[in-house]
């Protein structure tokens, strides 16, 4: 089955520096690269996704790339703020799973002022 | 449009109790996750529901667990009887009909404590 690493797992910046997190993947038939932020008290929440016939995506301050052959992804943040401090997830999702995705260990984010 | 509903929020009960988690989706999604969170570890999944059906539920630990969705709407999950290691946070989450790779909105997560 899927198997997710995900680095590093706690992750202290300054604010407005960039902050990356990295994820591994073991099946090459996983095609879905979702990243969800889970805020204290509330359940993760999608921030952006990635499919594998795409390399790279971008959001406001937010971006994914995803390198096939590698079989990693990565999610990078820019100008951090204070409220980007949350724990982030990257999850991947076979193709024969439907649906089933398997997530990271998660990274604690702590931006200070 | 309501999110992702579960209740109770948190719950505390004794080895060997019983407990029942509630997760009532979006509004017209038919699939259903189940997914619980270990002592910081990964979100592992657990099951999936389409409509009333299971479609896979590789990921439920052991028979002391049993999940149900009757018509196909609200879920419920029953730890009976608990074990100390089913301690965790559980999380359901629920998409639209359609493709595999559809959004999944998660619930706020009940945690739970066996002691």
């Known amino acids: 089955g899927e198997n997710v690493e995900q680095h590093p797992s706690t992750l202290s910046v300054q604010e407005g520096d960039s902050a990356v997190i990295k994820c591994t993947y073991s099946?090459?038939?996983?095609?879905?690269f979702p990243w969800y932020k889970q805020e204290l008290g509330k359940g993760p929440q999608l921030i952006i996704d990635?499919?594998?016939?795409?390399g790279e995506k971008k959001d406001q301050r937010i971006a994914v790339t995803l390198n096939k052959t590698a079989k990693h992804f990565s999610l990078h943040i820019t100008e951090t703020q204070p409220e980007d401090s949350a724990v982030y997830f990257c999850?991947?999702?076979?193709?024969?799973?439907?649906?089933?995705?398997?997530f990271g260990a998660g990274t604690q984010v702590v931006v200070t002022p | 449009e309501a999110g992702v509903t579960q209740f109770p929020s948190h719950s505390v009960i004794e080895k060997g109790q019983t407990v029942t988690l509630r997760c009532d989706p979006i509004?017209?999604?038919?699939?259903l996750y189940w997914y619980r969170r270990v002592m910081g570890k990964e979100i592992k999944f657990l099951l999936h529901?389409?409509?009333?059906?299971?479609?896979?539920e590789s990921g439920m630990p052991n028979n002391r667990f049993l999940a149900e969705r009757t018509g196909g709407t609200y879920s419920t999950l029953k730890v009976q009887p608990a074990e100390l290691e089913d301690s965790g946070v559980y999380f359901c989450?629920?998409?639209?009909?359609?493709?595999?790779?559809?959004?999944?909105?998660f619930g706020p997560g009940t945690r739970l404590t066996v002691l």
């Open positions: 099946d090459s038939a996983s095609n879905y």
């Open positions: 990635i499919r594998s016939n795409v």
């Open positions: 529901f389409v409509k009333e059906s299971k479609q896979d």
């Open positions: 509004s017209g999604h038919d699939n």
């Open positions: 999850a991947a999702s076979p193709t024969d799973s439907w649906g089933k995705l398997q």
């Open positions: 989450a629920s998409s639209r009909a359609g493709e595999s790779t559809d959004t999944q909105y």
